[in-house]
């Protein structure tokens, strides 16, 4: 819409001319609308490619700010108290040099330990804990699970 050529705008995108001729194509398809016309001019908007760019404007504006930023978690930025369950394992031998490390470089960042309890799988998909340090992974495909260290086990006699 804005460009008025569809290779101009597939290079804006990141994608091929013929990628950007079958987006638009299967946007026709959705809409029922031709949506632009080829002119000599190049492609002129039809009215209702004018007045869907019209109502959908702010929010385009709204995502072009957003990915503009570039935001990425910066723990040295940041200011914000994670939510960790824990087993006591984890607790006393993994945490203490990790929360060290992360409060030495920033004084904001803030660490609320909580035992696992019988409901700590709702507390995570409730967004009540960031986190759980567990030796055993949670059946449940709403969380993500992922190793974190292992290690060998030996018993003395």
Do not use: W
């Not at 029922?32 to 385009?60: M, W």
């Not at 006393?92 to 470089?105: D, G, K, M, R």
């Not at 409901?119 to 960031?130: G, K, M, N, Y």
């Amino acid at each position: 819409m804005e460009t008025r050529q569809y290779s101009q705008a597939a290079q804006q995108l990141g994608m091929s001319q013929p990628a950007m001729s079958a987006a638009v194509q299967r946007l026709r398809d959705t809409l029922g609308d031709q949506l632009f016309v080829r002119t000599h001019k190049g492609l002129v908007p039809t009215p209702k490619a004018e007045a869907l760019y019209s109502d959908i404007q702010g929010a385009l504006f709204q995502l072009r700010q957003g990915l503009s930023q570039q935001r990425g978690f910066d723990p040295c930025a940041q200011s914000h108290s994670f939510r960790i369950l824990s087993g006591d394992y984890f607790e006393f031998v993994l945490l203490p040099q990790l929360i060290e490390s992360i409060e030495e470089n920033n004084k904001k960042i803030r660490f609320n330990l909580k035992p696992i309890l019988d409901d700590s799988a709702t507390q995570l998909i409730h967004a009540q804990a960031d986190v759980m340090l567990d030796a055993f992974p949670i059946d449940d495909d709403r969380i993500h699970c992922e190793v974190v260290t292992e290690e060998t086990l030996m018993v003395v006699t």
